[in-house]
T-cell receptor, first 114, second 112 residues
Framework: AQTVTQSQPEMSVQEAETVTLSCTYD???????LFWYKQPPSRQMILVIR??????QNATENRFSVNFQKAAKSFSLKISDSQLGDAAMYFC???????????FGTGTRLQVTL | NAGVTQTPKFRILKIGQSMTLQCTQD?????MYWYRQDPGMGLKLIYY???????DKGEVPNGYNVSRSTTEDFPLRLELAAPSQTSVYFC???????????FGPGTRLLVL
């Protein structure tokens, strides 16, 4: 079974600084997808960024980028120029199979300070 | 588009009661999913559907049932509620398997 591990329960970053959230996963599949979801206090799950495993190029969405290391099974999220609105729980997720069922990590709570 | 909607937003159940959590999407998505999120944890898949009339179990299906009679609706049924089912329930949908899943706002369920 696939597993997703987020080893940082909590992280803190100052406004305008950069922070990196870690995620590792275990799989024997060669074709899969990786996601970062943000969950603010409202509990709404919001997609931040996604990465297809077959793509070597790291995905980027504005201030959010990933460092995808397929051989190491690592998928970290970098948030640049952090803003107060970035404060939330961040979940790493892995998807594969014909129904693309997602397996989630336990989350990292990001605090943004002034 | 309303996206994925869920009702109710919050519910308190007594042990042994039953209820149905409603989920509707207006994006014509084929794939729909039910997850539960326990406090301080990530989401775990309960059931999923790849189209009307087709459902399958996820990681934690015990105590739940689903049906998918239309593309739009994917209700989750809880029979004989237990305190262990206290959780936040999320419905999600995607157009095809490899696409991003879009989540509803969640239903918070408390079983006492």
């Amino acid at each position: 079974a696939q597993t997703v591990t987020q080893s940082q329960p909590e992280m803190s970053v100052q406004e305008a600084e950069t922070v990196t959230l870690s995620c590792t996963y275990d799989t024997s599949e060669s074709d899969y997808y990786l996601f970062w979801y943000k969950q603010p206090p409202s509990r709404q799950m919001i997609l931040v960024i996604r990465q297809e495993a077959y793509k070597q190029q790291n995905a980027t969405e504005n201030r959010f980028s990933v460092n995808f290391q397929k051989a190491a099974k690592s998928f970290s999220l970098k948030i640049s120029d952090s803003q107060l609105g970035d404060a939330a729980m961040y979940f790493c997720a892995y998807g594969t199979g014909t129904a693309s069922k997602l397996t989630f990590g336990t989350g990292t709570r990001l605090q943004v300070t002034l | 588009n309303a996206g994925v909607t869920q009702t109710p937003k919050f519910r308190i159940l007594k042990i042994g009661q039953s209820m149905t959590l409603q989920c509707t999407q207006d994006m014509n998505h084929n794939y729909m999913y039910w997850y539960r999120q326990d406090p301080g944890m990530g989401l775990k898949l309960i059931y999923y559907s790849v189209g009307a009339g087709i459902t399958d179990k996820g990681e934690v299906p015990n105590g739940y049932n689903v049906s998918r009679s239309t593309t739009e609706d994917f209700p989750l049924r809880l029979e004989l509620a237990a305190p262990s089912q206290t959780s936040v329930y999320f419905c999600a949908s995607s157009y095809v398997a490899v696409q991003t899943q879009y989540f509803g706002p969640g239903t918070r369920l408390l079983v006492l």
